[in-house]
């Protein structure tokens, strides 16, 4: 079956780690997508990737990285200057401009905390 | 002002009852609506989309908009106990071409459906 695996599923950092959250799809999709939620909030945008080996800043980037090496994989840094990084991280994808490029797919999420 | 606002919650509705779920947004130049359910520690998964004014109807979901109000709507109908969850709208704000996926969250209204 097509989808997006988010890994992994709970993770905990303490204070001045770097962590990095894995974000793989089969869905042969151009754009990906990491976002982050907070309880009682809505999804804000970190980063974005509509081709690979080029992304951009999305609203809350400071603190974070990513990478896009590969067109199924868009693997998301919480470096250590993500200051209150604790939240509900969540991978998507969507398809080439066209009909399919709005409608996200999302992955089942990764929920960091920090100790 | 938010650029996407949903009515307060939580909303509380009667088995069979309809469920109105209310959002506003600030891009009048917004040409795509979307509607996610999402679960208690789950990912969103798309319920609805909607790019014309009027209404657009699947199953018991009603979606409605009214770009020159700036304002969409979802309706359940026949609520059930299964139908509670946080309901997220989100909008594509006009950015040009680029934006394609770049979805703008409200902050998600909380919909209970007691029996």
């Known amino acids: 079956d097509g989808g997006i695996t988010q890994s992994p599923k709970y993770l905990f950092r303490k204070e001045g780690q770097n962590v990095t959250l894995s974000c793989e799809q089969n869905l042969n999709h151009d754009a990906m997508y990491w976002y982050r939620q907070d309880p009682g909030q809505g999804l804000r945008l970190i980063y974005y990737s509509q081709i690979v080996n080029d992304f951009q800043k999305g609203d809350i980037a400071e603190g974070y990285s990513v990478s896009r090496e590969k067109k199924e994989s868009f693997p998301l840094t919480v470096t250590s200057a993500q200051k209150n990084p604790t939240a509900f991280y969540l991978c998507?994808?969507?398809?080439?401009?066209?009909?399919?490029?709005?409608?996200?797919?999302f992955g089942a999420g990764s929920r960091l905390t920090v100790l | 002002q938010k650029e996407v606002e949903q009515n307060s919650g939580p909303l509380s509705v009667p088995e069979g009852a309809i469920a109105s779920l209310n959002c506003t947004y600030s891009d009048r130049g917004s040409q795509s609506f979307f509607w996610y359910r999402q679960y208690s520690g789950k990912s969103p998964e798309l319920i609805m989309s909607i790019y014309s004014n009027g209404d657009k109807e699947d199953g018991r979901f009603t979606a409605q908009l009214n770009k020159a109000s700036q304002y969409v709507s979802l309706l359940i109908r026949d609520s059930q106990p299964s139908d509670s969850a946080t309901y997220l709208c989100a909008v594509l704000p006009n950015a040009g071409g680029t934006s394609y996926g770049k979805l703008t969250f409200g902050q998600g209204t909380i919909l209970t459906v007691h029996p």
């Open positions: 998507a994808s969507s398809d080439a401009p066209g009909a399919g490029a709005n409608v996200l797919t």
